[in-house]
């Protein structure tokens, strides 16, 4: 089997294009939050809908990122290493590197803020019955 290189750019872009995914989902939370607060059935299942489809997305980026390894063990090894290791301020060995853990941590405290948003509604709405409350049991 021919060795193919990572192509570490690729993987910058389609982390930087679901970060942008992420970025919408967060926004469209927040008009979720609002909706719900206004009683606005209408508008909440429409935001729904919108927020369903950039996870679409963002699952889509995810799922392009883990093709680019998946020919090669030293691509894949390389790509693990890029995607799910610990971000440190000083990780990368190059720009393009350091650019995709700077993106991941970006990622990251985007989802964070998304969670807690939803763990608000979740709990106002469903009160007992919430997700984030059988979970913290």
Known sequence: MKQTELDVTKVMV???????????????????????????????????QMRA????????????????GEN???????????VVSEP??????NLEEKKIFEIRRKTQAMIDEIRE??????????GEKSYYEKAAR
């Not at 090669?72 to 890029?82: G, I, N, T, V, W």
């Not at 939803?118 to 106002?124: E, F, N, T, V």
């Open 14 to 48: 389609l982390l930087q294009r679901r970060y942008n995914d992420i970025r919408e989902i967060h926004k469209l939370t927040k008009e979720l939050a609002e909706a719900l607060a206004r009683n606005d059935d209408v508008s909440t299942s429409m935001i729904l």
């Open 53 to 68: 489809e950039e996870m679409g997305k963002a699952d889509n980026c995810t799922n392009e990122i883990w093709q680019l």
């Open 72 to 82: 090669d063990r030293k691509a894949q090894e390389k790509l693990r290493l890029l």
């Open 88 to 93: 440190g301020e000083d990780a990368g060995e």
């Open 117 to 126: 948003i939803d763990q608000r509604l979740s709990q106002k709405l469903a």
